[in-house]
């Protein structure tokens, strides 16, 4: 454990003593070993690593040589002629030994950077760290393990109140090292006079065999973090289950809502509601569609997906109070807003005795104004504008909700087996000043994952 607790500027009054350092690494020591060395603290560390494996090395003849050069105390191979980044005897498929780099410190907080032989930084997308120990490429990536250069944090940083116990036992330290009174750690000899005798006293210090320290406020936080009194952390180990790589997943891009998709392998769905995401205007207007893109952590890849998001709709019917045709163009007025546009479905019925102008899938052509609508029969002939009592049916004229799904399958090829995305709902009908143009509108935007299997829900009993 080389990694301080504490420092010795925190130790107020104490930190200019020649013994601060000293007190300092030692309670940092003994609270790393009596808390059962689950804290080690944290550093952060740059470290040089070089490819142990060449193929070109174990081939008799080769037109690419290597000198092993001295750098800074370690002896690496060198191509002659060039670094040879792009070398393939180097390159693979991401999953190659030769992309993978385990790093010396555990556990790996964080990864700075990684550097390649001339120095340059590489794209932290081309890589990963699994099991808080190793950099893996990811599939695709060009970088090599080659005499690489890693700027890393690792450890594991002790909780609040073994830094505040790392302060005191250090502050006493340097009062015992120095000889002052006031020090508070338990004395080994204790000398007592009464009635003229002088006798001495040896305390058998129990308490460091429970491994504590005789401080109220250190011996709290020991007893708390190692209430077991073990000398190591624990560790399960069977050789008859193989080790498999944990990977910590990035967090949600957004801030997590009842909207996000969690997909399970059979599949992930939504529902969402108009008046929640202000799409109100969706209703009552059956010209627009919708659909979702799904994009991945890094925006790298964006896909339509077209069919994955349904308005559900139900259909709407308002009475008639105006009818006539002209050549084979009907011309309808409704009694309230109908909400229409070019391109909407609509069924006639009821209509004053001409069956011409009635049937169930009308395509309406016109919409002068927000009651009347156009659409064009098979029949032909003029038909008198006259007040009119049918009733005419808008194909799918309420909506309320959008429902989205989406398969494993598809999300995956998109997402990657690690990271979380996001997908965006539009909306979208031909506009009504130019129909050869397309009117787009985002809806919403929200967080879409992929897991194996569904939440635990926590079950508190009392």
């Known amino acids: 454990m080389s990694n301080l607790w504490t420092n010795v500027e925190d130790l107020g009054d104490y930190a200019d003593s020649e013994y601060a350092y000293d007190a300092v690494k030692t309670a940092s020591q003994l609270l790393w070993s009596m808390s059962g060395r689950k804290y080690s603290g944290t550093t952060t560390v740059t470290e040089r690593y070089v490819s142990s494996y060449d193929p070109f090395l174990r081939l008799g003849a080769s037109s690419t040589t290597h000198i092993p050069t001295l750098i800074n105390g370690n002896v690496e191979n060198l191509r002659t002629g060039g670094i040879g980044i792009n070398s393939d005897s180097y390159l693979g498929d991401g999953s190659s030994a030769n992309r993978t780099v385990r790093l010396r410190g555990r556990k790996v907080i964080k990864i700075h950077n990684v550097r390649n032989i001339a120095g340059e930084i590489i794209d932290p997308t081309q890589y990963y760290l699994v099991e808080h120990s190793t950099i893996v490429g990811t599939p695709g990536s060009t970088w090599t393990s080659a005499n690489v250069e890693v700027t890393y944090t690792y450890g594991t940083p002790p909780p609040a109140a073994g830094q505040n116990a790392a302060r005191i036992l250090a502050t006493e330290l340097v009062k015992l090292y120095t000889g002052d009174d006031t020090c508070a750690l338990p004395q080994r000899v204790t000398s007592v006079a009464r009635q003229g005798v002088s006798y001495t006293i040896l305390d058998t210090q129990d308490f460091i ?45 957004y801030t997590e809502t009842a909207s996000d998709i969690k997909v399970l392998t059979s599949g992930g769905s939504v529902v969402l509601y ?46 008639i109070t ?60 003029t038909i008198t504008s006259a007040a009119d009592t049918g009733v005419v049916t808008i194909v799918g004229g309420n ?63 009392l």
């Not at 011996?219 to 708390?224: I, Y």
């Not at 909407?344 to 001409?354: C, E, K, P, R, Y």
């Not at 995956?412 to 130019?434: K, M, Q």
Request: charged residues 20%; contains cysteine.
């Open 209 to 253: 065999d429970e491994l504590r320290t005789g401080l109220y406020a250190v011996d709290l936080f020991l007893k708390s973090t190692n209430p077991d009194k073990a000398r190591a952390r624990s560790r399960v180990f069977s050789p008859d289950v193989p080790k498999a790589r944990r990977i910590n997943p990035k967090p949600y891009i």
């Open 399 to 461: 909506a309320e909700t959008i429902t989205i799904n989406v398969t494993y399958s598809e999300i995956l090829a998109i997402l990657g087996a690690r990271e979380p995305g996001v997908y965006d709902v539009y909306c979208t009908r031909p506009s009504l000043g130019n129909p050869a143009v397309n009117e787009v509108i985002n809806l919403l935007t929200a967080n879409i994952s992929l897991q194996l299997s569904s939440n635990v829900s926590t079950i508190y009993t």
């Open 274 to 319: 108009l008046d929640e995401i202000n799409a109100e205007f969706l209703k009552d207007d059956a010209a627009w569609d919708v659909y979702i893109t799904v994009s991945n952590y890094t925006d790298s890849t964006t896909t339509t997906l077209s069919t994955a998001a349904v308005l559900n709709r139900s259909d709407r019917t308002l009475d």
């Open 322 to 381: 105006n009818s006539y045709r002209t050549g084979t163009t009907v011309t309808l007025t409704t009694s309230a807003a109908h909400g229409l546009s070019v391109g909407s479905l609509v069924a006639i019925d009821g209509t004053n005795g001409n069956p011409s102008i009635e049937g169930n899938a009308y395509v309406v052509t016109v919409v002068p104004t927000s009651t009347t609508f156009k659409y064009t029969t098979a029949a032909s002939g």
